[in-house]
């Protein structure tokens, strides 16, 4: 797998990243959104994977846990479809999936105004497993 490329510097040139977008099918920016909200979203959803054994604490703050790469679970299991409807509804997960920055970037993008699903499924990427990892 090839390092994203960071479109941060480009982000008030709408046309490079149209340009990008169509090339590499994928926009990556670093600082989109602000840290403290992105802290907040991982520190509800960590409880449960920390539960379910998929991480390893190295420190006090939530910040600091880590994926276990020994402990896979495959999507299709029962397991991962609950996480995703409880976690798709955190108030602090759908700020996220809503913020004006983002909002704004699509209607950018799109040339128009955007509506936004209600709910926005999550992916939960294990580290190592490439193949159960989205393209």
């Known amino acids: 797998m090839q390092p994203l490329q960071d479109s941060s510097a480009d982000l008030l040139d709408d046309a490079t990243l149209a340009t990008r977008a169509a090339r590499d099918g994928y926009l990556f ?3 989109l959104l ?4 992105i802290k907040a979203a ?3 959803l960590i409880p449960d994977l ?5 991480l390893t604490r190295t420190g ?4 600091r846990a880590i994926a276990r790469p020994g402990h896979f679970v495959d999507d299709a299991e029962p397991v991962v479809g609950e996480l995703v409807c409880r976690h798709s509804v955190l108030p602090e997960v759908q700020r996220l999936q809503h913020h004006p920055q983002l909002l704004s970037l699509f209607e950018r993008l799109f040339g128009e105004a955007v509506l936004p699903l209600p709910r926005v499924l999550l992916r939960y990427n294990f580290p190592q497993q490439a193949a159960h990892t989205t393209p």
């Open 29 to 31: 920016f670093r600082s």
């Open 34 to 37: 602000p840290a403290g909200e």
């Open 42 to 44: 991982r520190h509800a």
């Open 50 to 54: 920390d539960a379910l054994g998929w």
């Open 60 to 63: 006090p703050d939530d910040h």
